[in-house]
């Protein structure tokens, strides 16, 4: 079913970065990037990563900014940029079909990315901090595009990998279940779950999102959701949170290789996610914007889905 969703949302993502749809981003984003304090490139970098993924953004970073002319507070802000928001065709077609609109989810990774973005700019400028040159040139190097063969390539690892890593995962939470293992983490998440206006039954599928990534959280989520009714509300508030914050040590750890600033791009990134989450769930239950009582379930079919 994953394969189904992501596989036609990265050919199209692939088609409309070939016609030029990242120019078009990137023109579009350059103004606000710069008054971030960031160089003229990070709108077309920003917008590799906006329809491609992290990788692809990184390569864009390592290709058109040498790092001597960095500081380490922009390239952080420009790491939180992209942290936030990346892959939205892929990752986006997930959480639309475990439930949630695409709009929304995107919207929020988008407008998040922005206000963290100025946010951050604002406070480093104005403490002076972190305003010291990348002390090292880039650890990694961008590797060249891939033609078709080898974009099909990795398609296919890809989707062997989710089918590996998503069976194990499954196999792994029935163990814990079974351990008990699943309950207990669940009540140590709860008030973080209450927190942000979620629901603490989904705190181990949450957990694993955050950890290893949107895909394979939302596949979770997606499973349960067909074998449980969970409400709209529930199901937009997860998936939001997974919108914000997944895949954090993997994301993390390769914007850190390349010099960025962990209070900047985690610790802050993580305290700005829970305000918002706090703020939209307080937005939900206030003007009702969903039927507390209606549920969902997701169809077999993703051409049914909502």
């Known amino acids: ?93 997930v959480v639309r079909r475990a439930g949630a609109s695409f709009v929304a989810t995107s ?4 407008g998040m990315a922005l206000i963290y973005g100025f946010l951050s700019a604002w406070l480093l400028s104005g403490l002076n901090l972190l305003q010291e040159p990348i002390p090292h040139s880039w650890p990694i190097e961008a590797g060249p595009s891939l033609d078709w063969i080898g974009w099909f390539v990795t398609v296919g690892q890809t989707v062997l990998l989710m089918l590996i890593a998503i069976t194990v995962l499954n196999m792994v939470v029935d163990g814990l279940k079974w351990l008990g293992i699943v309950a207990w983490m669940s009540r140590q998440l709860t008030p973080f779950m209450r927190m942000t206006g979620q629901n603490p039954d989904l705190a181990p599928i949450t957990t694993t999102g955050m950890l290893l990534g949107l895909a394979y959280g939302g596949g979770l989520i997606i499973q349960q959701t067909q074998e449980t009714r969970l409400s709209r509300r529930d199901l937009f508030m997860s998936l939001s949170c997974l919108s914000l914050m997944h895949a954090i040590i993997e994301d993390t750890l390769m914007m850190l290789a390349l010099g960025a600033n962990v209070w900047v791009i985690l610790v802050g990134r993580a305290l700005i996610s829970i305000a918002a989450l706090w703020a939209l769930a307080q937005f939900i239950d206030r003007t009702e914007w969903f039927v507390p009582r209606e549920t969902v379930t997701i169809p077999t079919d993703p051409d049914k889905s909502q």
């Open 1 to 93: 079913m994953l394969t189904r969703v992501l596989v036609p949302t990265m050919l199209v993502a692939r088609l409309l970065d070939i016609l030029g749809l990242t120019v078009w981003i990137a023109w579009f984003f350059q103004p606000v990037l710069q008054l971030m304090g960031l160089p003229a490139e990070a709108g077309l970098i920003w917008a590799v990563t906006l329809l491609t993924n992290l990788y692809g953004g990184i390569g864009a970073l390592v290709v058109l900014v040498p790092a001597e002319s960095l500081t380490v507070a922009q390239l952080s802000i420009m790491a939180s940029v992209m942290l936030f928001a990346h892959a939205i065709p892929t990752e986006q077609a």
């Open 107 to 110: 919207a929020l990774r988008v």
